[in-house]
């Protein structure tokens, strides 16, 4: 059963993501992180819709720059 959207923003949220202001149009939300500005995940849909494996893959990409950066960072 694949996850829903309201899980993938937790997610992006707990990694320290944020919504960017006045990006994204109608159900787009674009999510921001000031250690990767490069990756910016675009999230589409309500919290109730089931995630698309795009956007799955697309929150996991992104958390994972942001645990890389941290490691980067710390030594």
Sequence with gaps: MPRKI????AELRRA??????RRGKG???VW????????QPTI???DGDDA???QEREV???VA??????AAESE
Excluded: I
Aim: hydrophobic fraction near 40%.
């Design 32 to 39: 921001g992180h000031p250690l990767v500005p490069a990756v």
């Design 16 to 21: 320290g993501f944020a919504p960017l202001p």
């Design 60 to 62: 996991r990409t992104a």
């Design 44 to 46: 589409a849909g309500r």
């Design 27 to 29: 159900s787009h939300t």
């Design 65 to 70: 720059a942001v645990e890389a950066a941290r």
């Design 52 to 54: 698309k494996p795009y």
């Design 6 to 9: 309201r899980q993938l923003l």
